[in-house]
């Protein structure tokens, strides 16, 4: 499930032709295509919470923009991945998390079966630690999202280049068997070209095509001629797209 990346040039290219707004270059598409992406897929969460407080109205579309909401953020849930455990000479219990959008929950394998880690505030760590009713055990442990060795940078070259939000330390000390569930990004799109006479040519081999939900594919031909009107600093251009946007909507709407 995906949208056609030279289908979206060709459509951006054809409208700004059309207006006689000039050419927009391969490397600018890319450029404008990644952020149109990334702001169309951020626009998902704003939208989810949005219908799910009810602050759209109460038509007969709620339920099934919702469910259509959920089923574009689907395609980038990942269900129990692998995390890496990292060895420190400090401290223990130090894994690192796949590169994700959003984290969801984590788990440890326990005799066969996965038990949920629960996140706690490191201000909370001592106090849990230290009270027999709340210490963490290997069927109910806990995490910490910034460890102590990561906060004094007291890293070692195995640690070294991981970001600070991709880190976690568990309690009690967990070696293997970790996995989360997380939201994932969308990856970089690419359209990707052969230059023949001069000319840019689509080459498929060469190519990334948009991850999103394929009923996005008009909304990011709107997006990318908003961007365009930007770059280009032609307000016309940017005015269509917001004509064009304005149909869309509408369009969503009924």
């Not at 995390?83 to 929950?105: F, K, S, V």
């Not at 070259?157 to 996995?179: A, H, M, N, S």
């Not at 040519?201 to 008009?218: I, V």
Request: hydrophobic share 35%.
């Amino acid at each position: 499930m995906a949208v056609n990346i030279d289908t979206v040039y060709q459509r951006v290219l054809a409208i700004a032709n059309k207006e006689q707004r000039g050419y927009i270059t391969p490397q600018e598409f890319n450029l404008l295509a990644n952020q149109a992406q990334m702001n169309i897929f951020e626009q998902y969460f704003y939208d989810w919470n949005q219908f799910e407080k009810g602050e759209t109205g109460n038509d007969s579309t709620y339920s099934d923009m919702l469910d259509l909401i959920n089923e574009k953020i689907d395609i980038f849930e990942k269900f129990r991945v692998s995390c890496l455990y990292t060895t420190n000479a400090n401290q223990a219990g130090i894994w690192e998390l796949p590169d994700h959008y959003r984290m969801g929950e984590i788990y440890s394998l326990c005799n066969g079966q996965y038990v949920e880690i629960e996140k706690i505030d490191q201000n909370q760590l001592h106090h849990i630690q230290n009270s027999p009713l709340t210490a963490p055990t290997i069927d109910r442990p806990v995490y910490v999202r910034t460890s102590n060795i990561l906060r004094i940078g007291s890293t070692t070259d195995l640690l070294t280049g991981i970001p600070l939000e991709r880190t976690i330390q568990v309690f009690p000390t967990i070696t293997t068997g970790v996995v989360c569930n997380y939201i994932d990004h969308p990856s970089k799109v690419s359209w990707g070209y052969t230059i023949v006479n001069e000319k840019a040519l689509y080459n498929a081999d060469r190519t990334t095509h948009f991850e999103l939900h394929p009923s996005d594919e008009k909304n990011l031909v709107i997006k990318i001629l908003e961007l365009a009107g930007i770059l280009i600093k032609d307000p016309g251009l940017y005015q269509l797209a917001g004509t064009e946007e304005a149909q869309y909507l509408q369009q969503e709407k009924q």
